[in-house]
């Protein structure tokens, strides 16, 4: 193991011990803004610890890494984008349109509580309701966004290698 190696990794358990320490101040803290601030104190540390580890695990084969996605042949691509985006982009809209009605019937006293994925409750504690209420579907958007900008590239890329309309390569003259 080289020095730089074990470096990383002793650097990596440190942080990982300040985000198990963080963590357990978090459960027990009183609900207050110090909880908040204890949260954050843990995902940067955790972050920061599975970082350091990540790079001294890896090796230099492993640095070229590619998506699976990437790998594919132009066509092939194209056909898995598809079948991604029609059904990921529907199923997150109406996520989002669920989520902002539970949301809009608790804050107009329809019901007493809703249940809703943690990081929705943590930006509706933090941000107010307006703010989440814009940030559920804007993550749908920003995910349709991407898909396109996927879908753009690999058309570009299927071009740029001569394939046809279907995908497949021209066939080689004789």
Sequence with gaps: ???????????????????????????????????????????????????YLVRALRTSAQLSYQAPMDALPPAERLQRLKKVALVGVPALLALAVWTDWSLYRLYRGQVGEVRVWAPVALMDDLLGPWLTAVAVPAL????????????????????KHGAGPDGLPPPASQ
């Design 1 to 51: 193991m080289t020095s730089l190696r074990r470096q990383r990794m002793t650097t990596g358990g440190v942080f990982l011990g300040l985000a198990a320490v963080c963590f357990l101040s978090v459960l027990a803290a009183e609900p207050s803004d110090r909880r908040v601030r204890l949260t954050v104190a843990t995902l940067v540390c955790f972050g920061f610890g599975l970082t």
């Design 140 to 159: 749908s958007i920003l995910v349709a966004v991407s898909l396109r900008a996927q879908w753009v590239r690999a058309k570009r890329d299927m071009e």
